[in-house]
């Protein structure tokens, strides 16, 4: 199981979202580069990073700082927010140099554009189902769709896709234990591989979510709040 540290970008400064509220801001960090480098530094192989802006605006915003993170530190990155266009798909993959792309609120409003995606970049393309009380929920978390999480994900699977982000919105940066029987749902519903989200908070809940069957696992506060140490969990990865 890869272990995915997170950074969110907003206004270019590393910040985490309580239940994805963007009235509810910690920021951590004002140099998102050095963060990322500290994670390498830890043993990190991936990064994953949210340009909030453009999650809840569609309008790329912090593309250059992650262009830069991809350049300097020479890491995986696999990074989301407001992709739905090829022209700002491909601007990441070939220019900037991320290595994974996750389309969620473009996956649900703009199939057009996922099978294209799809069908281009298999490879490296996530679908990013954010959940609330098992909807999926889209515009930065900010609107819900009314479909049901794993109907979405089998749909998505239908149009090619391999890996889904699975993140429950109720339980991010909330540190209160990972949505394992969501998380296990999914994993045994679509056989997908499945990157879990939301709630981590000790080393405890890594161990708990890897026994569902996910290939990762995405840790943003609980590394920033001193709960995780990332160094000692790669060394179980």
């Known amino acids: 199981m890869i272990i995915y540290p997170a950074i969110d970008l907003l206004d270019g400064k590393c910040v985490r979202l309580k239940q994805g509220l963007y009235d509810q801001v910690t920021r951590y960090s004002d140099q998102p580069e050095d963060v990322a480098q500290d994670f390498k530094s830890q043993g990190a192989k991936w990064i994953h990073i949210v340009d909030l802006n453009a999650a809840k605006t569609g309008v790329p915003t912090n593309h250059d ?4 993170i991809a350049a300097n530190t020479g890491l995986k990155i696999q990074t989301g927010g407001g992709i739905r266009n090829m022209e700002t798909l491909t601007r990441l993959i070939e220019d900037y140099g991320v290595s994974r792309c996750v389309l969620g609120t473009s996956a649900m409003r703009d199939r057009a554009f996922t099978e294209a995606a799809l069908a281009k970049y298999a490879n490296q393309i996530a679908i990013g189902i954010d959940a609330h009380d098992g909807d999926v929920a889209v515009d930065g978390w900010t609107n819900r769709s009314g479909i049901r999480a794993t109907v979405f994900a089998l749909q998505m699977k239908s149009l090619g896709a391999q890996i889904v982000i699975y993140t429950d919105i109720s339980r991010d940066g909330m540190l209160i234990g990972p949505a394992t029987a969501q998380t296990a749902e999914m994993v045994a519903v679509t056989g997908m591989d499945v990157i879990a989200s939301g709630g981590i908070g000790s080393p405890e809940d890594i161990i708990d979510i890897k026994k569902t069957g996910c290939v990762g696992v995405i840790v943003g506060k ?9 160094s000692e969990c790669m060394q179980n990865e």
Do not use: F, N
């Open 65 to 68: 700082i992650i262009g830069r």
């Open 222 to 230: 609980a590394i920033y709040e001193g709960k995780v140490r990332l």
